[in-house]
């Protein structure tokens, strides 16, 4: 059973930047895929990026693509959210998820989720 621990989460403003970090044991993540959702109050949870344990394959959604980047560290076990440029409507909790791999990063079946970490940008 594959364990997700986010953090890295808190208070900036508008303009600035986070990084978000996501530790997972549990298995050998060979097939699978990591994934950054975020919810916002009264909104549905969304897809913001994803990556596969190997190789370069790397999605994310249109609002956060030139200010976020999602990277990997197969031996640290960690998978990384680089956030910048920061907005208010980025104001989330945001969630570490895995899953096998298949019909793309963003399709993927994202079955392991982390127990969120909250980001509030201020205006």
């Known amino acids: 059973q594959v364990q997700l621990v986010e953090s890295g989460g808190g208070l900036v403003q508008a303009g600035g930047s986070l990084r978000l970090s996501c530790v997972a044991s549990g298995r050998t993540f060979s097939t699978y895929v990591f994934g950054w959702f975020r919810q916002a109050p009264g909104k549905e949870r969304e897809f913001v990026s994803g990556?596969?344990?190997?190789?370069?394959?790397?999605d994310y959604a249109d609002s956060v693509k030139g200010r976020f980047a999602i990277s990997r560290d197969n031996a640290k076990n960690t998978v990384y959210l680089q956030m910048n440029s920061l907005k208010p409507e980025d104001t989330a909790v945001y969630y570490c998820a895995a899953g096998l791999y298949g019909g793309g990063i963003a399709g993927s079946q994202f079955d392991a989720w982390g127990q969120g970490t909250q980001v509030t940008v201020s205006s």
């Open positions: 990556i596969r344990w190997y190789g370069t394959s790397t």
